[in-house]
């Protein structure tokens, strides 16, 4: 997630009073376990962070992905704490109510087609395009929203997307899902280098497998013992919020690896969007608190 992309809320820094009175007026009484439906899952990054960085207690967490190798990766790091509904395209209105209650939808559709920075970009309402997969975001969202809401419980969403992409496409998302373009900044690139590589520049463009994309100009993004370098993969997995070595496994290549990588979100960027959830539902215990439980 870049520092310029297309979320659910605005300026959420200038805002996070309002935004942490708002989420708690809406708390329920009794605290209850986080129920989630992620769209286009990839690495389940959403999990990654509502677990790891928030600490919120999940009871379930549905995942529509279909990529092999997000899903060898999803095996890998979080087996048995996923539940696979497939292809997004195939959700029914079925099985969203076989689901049950859902408290937080998020997601995030690709925008390779959709970015101009691609020449061969297509329009979202071309059903070819992988552009057009929004708009299965936007009925699932529509559909939840209309029965949580209904149950008087609170309902909960994040949409992430490229802000680069043409005026009149990105007027369209932001019109249809009342998003707004968030302009945060502060991660520096030189806090994830080790001490003997230097940064040549704060910040690096969209992580692709094309390492030549993180150039600006002719400079590349790092210097070590006075030679320009590209970044390592596990200082790409620094920078987007994970530990190192987080997706060095399941024999994944380093181009596969830097494909997951690039997919997704910015975990510290996400966590700050989602932290005020924290206060409304519950925590994970501790594991000095759950030894005490179980005595």
């Known amino acids: 997630m870049n520092s310029n992309d297309l979320v659910g809320f605005n300026d959420f820094e200038s805002n996070s009073a309002y935004l942490n009175l708002y989420f708690l007026q809406v708390s329920p009484v009794t605290k209850r376990t986080l129920r989630v439906l992620s769209l286009f899952d990839g690495i389940s990054r959403g999990l990654f962070i509502l677990e790891n960085k928030l600490n919120i207690d999940i009871e379930v967490y549905f995942s529509s992905e279909i990529d092999k190798h997000a899903l060898r990766l999803q095996s890998d790091r979080w087996s048995g704490k996923i539940v696979q509904i497939g292809d997004v395209s195939k959700i029914t209105e079925e099985l969203l109510l076989a689901l049950g209650r859902i408290d937080l939808l998020i997601g995030g559709s690709p925008c390779n087609e959709l970015s101009r920075v691609n020449w061969r970009r297509r329009s979202m309402h071309d059903p070819e395009s992988s552009g057009h997969l929004i708009f299965n975001y936007m009925k699932i969202k529509d559909s939840l929203q209309r029965r949580v809401v209904a149950s ?13 992409m043409e005026d009149d496409v990105l007027s369209d998302i932001m019109r249809d899902l009342c998003t707004y373009t968030d302009q945060t900044t502060g991660l520096e690139l030189q806090d994830f280098l080790r001490p003997n590589r230097n940064a040549n520049f704060s910040s690096v463009k969209t992580v692709t497998t094309n390492r030549y994309n ?17 970044l390592y993969v596990y200082e790409v997995e620094s920078l987007m919020g994970f530990p190192i070595h987080y997706t060095d496994g399941c024999n994944l290549s380093v181009t596969q690896r830097l494909q997951l990588l690039g997919r997704g979100w910015c975990a510290p ?3 700050k969007i989602l932290e005020p959830l924290s206060e409304i539902y519950l ?8 030894s005490q439980s179980d005595e």
């Open 283 to 290: 925590q994970k215990k501790s594991l000095q608190e759950a």
């Open 269 to 271: 960027v996400v966590a």
């Open 214 to 230: 993180l150039k600006k100009g002719v400079a590349k993004p790092v210097t070590m013992n006075g030679t320009e370098s590209h």
């Open 152 to 164: 008087g419980l609170p309902f909960f969403w994040l949409f992430e997307n490229t802000s680069h």
